[in-house]
């Protein structure tokens, strides 16, 4: 009798199939949807934040239409003025922005370049006061829109 003639053939298991996947990848999928969830979350959070930086920046442009359509300075020196303390009012707590006046508030707005204070600037202090003299309302605009992007 032949001893090997009895024994069973090798039986393969089954192939691994795809579903269900074993618990590493749920672990993996649950991170990367936590992951992205949190991603997305900050991603609308700074994206509300910048949103009256981006209106400002707009009204600006809409300031610089009026002034090419010849509207009279001292009107748009006004609303750049009123513009720019609500801006700084949005970002810095109110007590700090409100009472500034004059030069307090020219000093305020300058950063490290004193363009406020001792350049194109000093006519928002002047403006609603006395007759514009011939300012540079392009280069004062720019020098705004300048600061609404960076501190707005």
Do not use: K
């Amino acid at each position: 009798m032949d001893a090997l003639g009895g024994l069973r053939d090798i039986h393969l298991p089954a192939p691994p199939t795809l579903w269900p996947p074993a618990p590493g990848w749920w672990l993996l999928a649950l991170l990367a949807m936590t992951a992205a969830a949190i991603g997305a979350r900050l991603a609308w959070r700074t994206w509300r934040r910048g949103r009256p930086r981006r209106a400002a920046v707009r009204r600006v442009a809409a300031l610089r239409t009026r002034l090419r359509n010849g509207e009279a300075p001292e009107v748009l020196l006004a609303e750049l003025s009123t513009l720019l303390r609500r801006a700084a009012m949005v970002r810095h707590p109110r007590v700090q922005v409100a009472g500034l006046t004059g030069e307090d508030w020219l000093a305020f707005l300058d950063d490290d370049t004193h363009a406020f204070s001792r350049g194109l600037g000093r006519s928002l202090i002047s403006a609603p006061y006395a007759r514009v003299a011939r300012v540079d309302l392009e280069a004062l605009l720019s020098l705004c829109e300048r600061w609404l992007r960076r501190n707005a």
